[in-house]
């Protein structure tokens, strides 16, 4: 049998067990420090071990893969897939564990791409903490308008919006009253009913809630900007090495740079690791899960999938069922008359990451798809109809 390798990666320490076709094991005990790492690498290649699966939690796996990578083959083992018996727990356990079922070829290794998509993958999930944070800093502005009774949020599209960012500078630097707010209010905000907008700007606010919406305003614009510069980082990536892909995705409907660079951050250019759509449907979790006894469905929820993907396909997905002459928000509209909203969403998403999986493996231009309605059909659409209108004469 071939000599293989299992790791439990922990923040500070990691242990090893290396298990050698004749039965022998070793075990030892490295810190997470580089200078350890490159120990372990040297036992490793002393033993002549042939392959290496470790099990990790967050990032704490990266630095350890960093440095193994290139001399020895890898596996990212989900700790779901190999959770051993209950009971009888240690690290060292767990590292022997790992070490066993990798030596029977029962590790299934996570996908990890590589490295230059891991760089935008760190820039663009960046990007989506920034937005987070930028979503809660808004929030803390709404908040603070209200304390002032300064309702211009209820009229406006978002709270971060021009016009009402227009307002909270405006406060910071001095004015008050209603008629010197309202001249920073857009003028489609005003038309629409200028006498509660111009009573929605007549407040009380004090020398406090100044200083605490001039810390928000700070803080809103520091986090667009370092949100701009992330948005440049991906641009400077995918123009260097994914340009075509980039463009390609741009044809679909409903996606637009930024989406179709965060989809390449989180899938990659290169699909080989899933032969299949319905492969990477399920790696994604857009697809309903089996929980099935005696016969009875228990649930048929999506399945847990990487987040950040399902996260901006849903929002894709949103876009697409606004688009006019398409045939995915005609699917929609279909499926939304005898499914909930929510669930037409995730079907959308899914159709949209099968169409995104073509383009990719096949490297061909989105074409709209024209359904193809055969002249039987036709005929009997156009009978039912004349049905209908007769039975209204009738009546």
């Not at 250019?269 to 399920?282: E, N, Q």
Request: glycine share 6%.
């Amino acid at each position: 049998m071939k000599t293989v390798c299992g790791l439990d990666v922990h923040k500070d320490t990691i242990f090893l067990c290396i298990l050698a076709g004749n039965g022998q094991v070793i075990l030892r005990e490295f810190t997470t420090l580089t200078c350890d790492i490159i120990l372990m690498l040297n036992l490793i290649q002393q033993e002549h071990v042939s392959e290496v699966a470790m099990e990790s939690t967050g990032v704490y796996w990266i630095p350890i893969w960093r440095i193994l990578q290139g001399h020895v083959s890898l596996k990212l083992a989900n700790p779901y897939y190999i959770k051993q018996l209950p009971g009888r727990k240690t690290d060292v356990k767990d590292a022997q564990w790992i070490a066993t079922v990798l030596q029977k070829g029962l590790v299934r290794g996570s996908y990890i791409p590589g490295k230059h998509i891991q760089e935008l993958r760190q820039y663009e999930r960046r990007y989506v903490h920034l937005s987070e944070q930028l979503t809660r800093i808004e929030q803390e502005i709404d908040r603070q308008l209200n304390r002032c009774n300064i309702r211009i949020t209820s009229y406006a599209s978002t709270v971060g919006s021009k016009s009402v960012m227009k307002v909270v500078k405006a406060i910071i630097d001095g004015e008050s009253t209603a008629d010197q707010l309202i001249r920073h209010i857009h003028g489609r905000i005003v038309n629409k009913n200028k006498q509660q907008v111009f009573s929605s700007l007549e407040g009380v606010i004090s020398g406090t809630d100044k200083f605490i919406l001039s810390q928000c305003y700070q803080e809103h614009e520091l986090i667009s900007r370092l949100q701009l510069e992330c948005t440049e980082q991906m641009q400077q990536v995918c123009d260097s090495y994914f340009k075509d892909e980039l463009s390609l995705l741009c044809t679909i409907p409903g996606i637009q740079k930024l989406s179709a660079m965060t989809i390449i951050a989180e899938l990659g250019v290169d699909l080989s690791t899933f032969p299949t759509s319905a492969m990477l449907v399920g790696w994604a979790g857009l697809r309903p899960r089996n929980d099935e006894s005696a016969k009875k469905i228990k649930s048929r929820k999506i399945t847990n999938g990487n987040k950040y993907l399902k996260r901006i396909l849903v929002q894709c997905a949103w876009a697409i069922t606004r688009t006019k002459k398409c045939w995915l928000s005609g699917k929609y509209n279909e499926l939304a008359k005898r499914k909930s909203h929510k669930k037409a969403l995730i079907a959308i998403a899914r159709k949209l990451l099968v169409i995104i999986w073509n383009i990719l493996s096949k490297h061909e231009v989105y074409k709209e798809y024209i359904p193809y309605i055969s002249l039987e059909k036709k005929q009997k659409r156009i009978d039912y109809l004349q049905k209908q209108l007769l039975e209204l004469q009738i009546i």
